[in-house]
Structure formats: C-alpha cells, structure tokens
C-alpha cells in the first residue's frame, strides 16, 4: 500500500528541509508546481493561544518585508491546525553544510554571498522594526 503524502493547506510536502525551536520547515509543492518553504508549528505551541497570536503577527510582519535577500511570504494560515507559513523556496545548500564545509567558525556575510553593507543595513532595518513591534505590544 503506497504511503499517503502530508498535504498542508493545498501543499503538499516533498521532503522535510529542517527544525527548530518554534517548528518543522518542509520543502512542498502548490497545485500548480510552486515549490514553498513552509514552517509548520510545533503542535505545543499550536494550541497555545498566546503563542498563536504571536505568530500571526509574526506571518503580518513577514509580509511586509521585501528585500534581495528575504524571501517573500507567498501563503500561510496563522489560525491553521496547525498554524503555518509558506515562503518562497530559494534552493541553495543548509546552514549545517555551510558550517561543515567552512568549518566552525562564524559564518561571514561573505561566506554567504552578502556584501557585508547590505547585511548591516537590512539586519539593521529588521531590528528597528522589530523593536517598534515590540514597543507597542503587550510582551
């Protein structure tokens, strides 16, 4: 008997990319072939209606950055069971393989392809945003 495919939302996943604290990133495709990196929600923290609220204003944020080097949200459904979010895929070797092939030593915007003044100005830019977020929330 042949295996059912995880399907989430209208995606269905190819392979698992990686994990986290927060979730699960697959890699998985729409109907009409787009390839997506989606973050799935950990199924603690997805019933968790404090943490839910927190992620769909993380899915709002993401939304509204736009960059060279960001992927923009293509879907996701913060209020899901369980809640998700689906980016652009941007095919390109891990983190983990980086590290091991440059050994353990920090990684440098260079060893990334990033000019260095664009990785300060956006991480820059990111954090003063997340800062106001901050400001006005109630964490």
């Known amino acids: 008997m042949a295996e059912q ?3 989430i939302g209208r995606y269905t996943v ?12 697959y890699l998985a495709v729409s109907p009409s072939g787009r390839r997506v990196a ?4 950990r199924e603690e923290y997805g019933t968790d209606p404090a943490f839910r609220h927190r992620f769909a204003r993380e899915v709002d944020a993401a939304r509204r950055v ?13 209020h899901g069971s369980p809640p998700w979010l689906a ?9 983990e393989d980086e590290v091991d092939s440059r050994g353990h030593s920090p990684l440098t915007a260079a060893a990334l392809g990033m000019p260095a003044g664009t990785v300060k100005s956006t991480l820059h830019r990111a954090l003063a945003r997340l800062r106001q977020e901050l ?5």
């Open 14 to 25: 190819e392979r698992r990319l990686g994990a986290g604290g927060m979730g699960i990133v």
């Open 135 to 139: 400001e006005h929330s109630c964490l």
């Open 5 to 7: 495919a995880l399907v």
């Open 38 to 41: 989606m973050k799935v929600v």
């Open 87 to 95: 980016t652009l895929y941007v095919p390109g070797p891990t983190l």
């Open 66 to 78: 736009s960059g060279a080097f960001t992927t923009a949200v293509v879907d996701a459904d913060p």
